[in-house]
């Protein structure tokens, strides 16, 4: 049976300017420069495309009079991605571009950032903003296990510091870090100090996918989804999340989502986490990595502080991590684009073209999205070998 993304290649990608604050912008504005700067990566023309996807798709359309026009609507990273190769393998596109980006969302800075702040009945009267969710399921770890509060902070230092030598992160010549300036940083939601949590900020990105046949003419390297998938939980930040929390197959804890997915992505790959080069992990808190390091096969369940202590995930390590600095350093540019930024990372690594931490010889990226603090994980697989 063949690959289900054999005919579908990744043919560009960009990220715009990210900063802090970008004066004057917005984020559909932002989108639309993420588009067709990945479209002038591919070397294709908005003429070319036949297809939309992402939070801005039906405004993109309508902007470009692009219509009639085949569209996906989506606010999340890896999932846009799956449906806009979804839509070039059922036949239904030849060019579908993505095109997302945030701004101007963050203007109450006395507060913590409006995406972080209890909505739902059964968090809100406990004060259960994100980073409280997400140090539940970390506390329980490090008392399960024996995790320390090193290993978190370790975990922390090497994104910031994959971020500090980055020109076009954020963050950029903030650091070095060591796992004691992490600590030292004020505490936000014990176990995280301020260094362990993502930070804000704004910019846009865009990716646009193609058939095979296509890319292999065009003028950036394609790069090929060798599987996708997604586990869940139920609805993020409605209920505090609990380790134990389990569904229909109970031997994965919600502690450890994407498991599953990650296991699925695998197998429709043919390969094994020992196959990974580059793993451009989701970092919304320093915990984070050091749980998706063991639920997804790197190592065993309560291995992963030691396995960041042994130093496998910095540069030229077993397994190099985030490494343009992630939602830590590089860029958290609302919900979709800094989503979206994992796989373009990934396809970056894959491609030999990262102007910094470049992983040698790179031919297969994992890329992933959200968390156990929000139920819910995407699992994305890219390699530079057509399945």
């Known amino acids: 049976m063949p690959h289900p993304f054999r005919d579908v290649a990744i043919a560009g990608v960009f990220n715009t300017e990210q ?21 002038a990566d591919a070397g294709l023309r908005i ?13 993109m359309v309508l902007g470009a009079r692009m219509g009639p026009c085949s569209r996906k609507l989506s606010a999340h990273g890896i ?21 997302a980006g945030g701004a101007a969302m963050y203007t109450e800075r006395s507060a913590t950032a409006p995406w972080t702040r209890p909505a739902n009945e059964l968090v809100v009267g406990f004060g259960l903003f994100t980073a ?55 505490m936000v939601a014990d176990p995280f100090h301020l260094l362990e949590c993502s930070m804000t900020s704004e910019g846009g990105c865009g990716l646009v996918l193609t058939t095979a046949e296509r890319a292999l003419d065009l003028a950036s390297k394609p790069v090929w989804i060798l599987g996708g998938a997604g586990d869940t939980y139920g609805p993020a930040y409605v209920i505090p999340p609990v ?31 020992a196959d990974v080069d580059v793993a451009e992990f989701y970092d919304p808190f320093s915990f984070e990595i050091i749980r998706q390091i063991e639920a997804y096969g790197f190592c065993g369940e309560g291995e992963g502080g030691p396995f960041v202590e042994a130093g496998h995930i910095g540069p030229g390590g077993q397994l190099p991590v985030t490494t343009d600095g992630g939602t830590m350093s590089y860029s958290h540019a609302g919900l979709n684009a800094q989503m979206l930024q994992r796989v373009i990372r ?22 992933t999205n959200g968390g156990s603090g929000a139920l819910f994980t995407d699992v994305l697989l890219l390699g530079g070998e057509r399945p």
């Open 19 to 39: 900063a802090r604050t970008l004066e004057g912008r917005d984020s559909q504005s932002l989108a639309v420069d993420g588009a067709l700067g990945a479209l």
């Open 47 to 59: 003429e070319d495309v036949d297809g939309v996807a992402g939070q801005f798709a039906a405004d």
């Open 79 to 99: 999932p846009t991605v799956l449906e806009a190769a979804s839509m070039i393998a059922f036949g239904e596109c030849e060019v579908v571009v993505i095109g």
């Open 132 to 186: 409280a969710e997400f140090a539940l399921m970390a506390r329980r770890h490090m008392l399960q296990y024996g995790t320390t509060a090193e290993q978190l902070a370790l975990a922390a230092a090497t994104i910031r510091n994959n971020g500090h030598v980055n020109p076009e992160a954020v963050y950029y010549g903030r650091g070095p870090f060591t796992a004691a300036d992490i600590l030292e940083s004020r």
């Open 243 to 273: 380790w134990d929390l389990r569904g229909r197959d109970g031997d994965i804890p919600a502690g450890y989502v994407g498991r599953r997915a990650a296991r699925t992505c695998f197998a429709l790959a043919g390969l094994s986490p």
């Open 346 to 367: 990934g396809v970056q690594q894959v491609r030999g073209t990262c102007t910094t931490s470049q992983v040698p010889g790179a031919e297969v990226a994992m890329c």
